[in-house]
């Protein structure tokens, strides 16, 4: 084989792999750009709409939640102004990995059903939400 058409072969063989490399990182880019939408998406929900640290992050002394144990859970600081049976007294960690499975967080979050099969406690609401908003919500507790 001649030395020009090794060469010319050579060539084509990086200028294709080049080219692959290339697709691969944009396709990489463009999921990365898309799992920083769904994280975006998850923690606008949890921090301004559901309002998750509410109840799942404790109070320091000055009765502020603050980001040190943000989402850890804990011993509940409301009390119901009323008696209300089953009230929670301690609530779960749900920053970086939520209680039980993907599947029983996706599931608590979309029908409302814990991974006993029960109903959350008080004050816990029965959520009703959409897969994409779970799946958007486990996605940014996950990075905490």
Request: aromatic content about 6%; overall charge positive.
């Amino acid at each position: 084989m001649k030395t020009s058409a090794r060469i010319s072969i050579a060539v084509f063989v990086l200028f294709a792999a080049s080219t692959s490399h290339t697709a691969r990182a944009q396709a990489a880019a463009k999921a990365t750009g898309a799992e920083a939408s769904l994280v975006e998406r998850g923690r606008y929900l949890v921090e301004d709409v559901v309002q998750c640290a509410r109840c799942h992050t404790p109070n320091n002394q000055a009765g502020e939640a603050g980001h040190a144990k943000w989402l850890m859970g804990g011993p509940l600081q409301i009390q119901p102004t009323y008696p209300v049976s089953d009230w929670a007294v301690i609530v779960p960690r749900i920053a970086r990995r939520p209680p039980g499975t993907d599947n029983d967080f996706i599931r608590l979050m979309t029908t409302g059903i814990t991974r006993t099969g029960a109903p959350p406690r008080p004050p816990m609401l029965r959520p009703h939400m959409t897969r994409a908003d779970a799946e958007a919500i486990l996605a940014y507790l996950k990075t905490l």
